[in-house]
């Protein structure tokens, strides 16, 4: 199967803190796969050199088979950052319309309110300006523009932060319609739970290397857990690689 993406040997450090030791995994088209780890473990320094937004030191990744550095490589992916916080002034049709034009795509205001009630934002709410979104909302509005371009890759820094559970379980259902049309899904989260319900595989970083890649089903065998959080702490914990 073609890869989405792909990360071999990336190497990253600030100053004489080494963030990314050896990070080498792959992810296959259509895949949803989740990026696991502590805080500070690299999962958003990780995905910020994917995008190249800072640049590795070592290493290479490559987007559908296109180095990342190259610009054209990012055109065939969403990104929806951690803290998601929408301009105050703009509401949140400006703010979709502007997105849209950014990724080249003629608005669509019935697809955009389509998305938006999937993740239970009501068209009244896309009128209103950002400084009157709770931090749900906004949230929502950010999904709804990582999805809306219809891209082949999302790639999700803690997309649920902030979700309540019912626009969680929203959220998670959006997510499977994406991957049964065939949307390649890398998101990073500490919510194990979702890893469990959502992902095909998910990786572990933990000081700066790949603890394990795999199914959620595997890494607790491996453990001998019933509970993928505590197959977590045991993956971590153990120092072994899986």
Same mark, same amino acid.
């Given at each position: ?90 509401? =949140?049709?400006? $703010? @979709? ?6 990724? +080249?795509? #003629?608005?669509?205001? &019935? ?25 749900g909302m906004a949230q929502k509005l950010g ?6 371009? =219809?891209?082949? $890759? @999302? ?6 932060? +902030?979700? #309540?559970?019912?626009? &969680? ?38 000081? =700066? ?16 857990? &019933? ?16």
């Amino acid at each position: 199967m073609p890869l989405a993406l792909e990360f071999q040997s990336v190497r990253k450090s600030f100053g004489a803190h080494e963030v990314l030791k050896d990070i080498s995994f792959a992810i296959d088209e259509g895949e949803v796969v989740g990026l696991v780890g502590i805080n500070g473990s690299g999962k958003t320094t990780l995905i910020q050199g994917l995008l190249d937004l800072n640049r590795t030191d070592a290493g290479t990744i490559s987007i559908f088979g296109t180095p990342h550095t190259e610009t054209q490589a990012r055109d065939q992916l969403s990104y929806l950052a951690e803290r998601f916080s929408p301009p105050y002034f703009a509401t =949140g049709v400006e $703010l @979709l319309r502007y997105l849209s034009a950014l990724h +080249g795509e #003629d608005y669509d205001p &019935r697809a955009a309110e389509r998305e938006a009630q999937a993740l239970g934002l009501s068209g009244e709410v896309l009128s209103l300006p950002a400084r009157q979104y709770s931090k749900g909302m906004a949230q929502k509005l950010g999904l709804v523009a990582c999805i809306l371009p =219809g891209r082949p $890759l @999302l790639v999700l820094d803690e997309p649920m932060s +902030g979700l #309540d559970p019912r626009a &969680r379980t929203l959220f998670k259902h959006r997510l499977f319609e994406l991957k049964n049309h065939g949307v390649t899904i890398f998101f990073s989260t500490h919510l194990l739970v979702d890893v469990e319900s959502l992902c095909d595989r998910l990786v572990v970083i933990h000081d =700066g290397t790949v603890r394990y890649a795999g199914t959620p089903d595997d890494l607790m065998a491996s453990h001998h857990c &019933r509970v993928l959080e505590d197959a977590f702490l045991h993956c971590i914990e153990d120092g072994a690689e899986n």
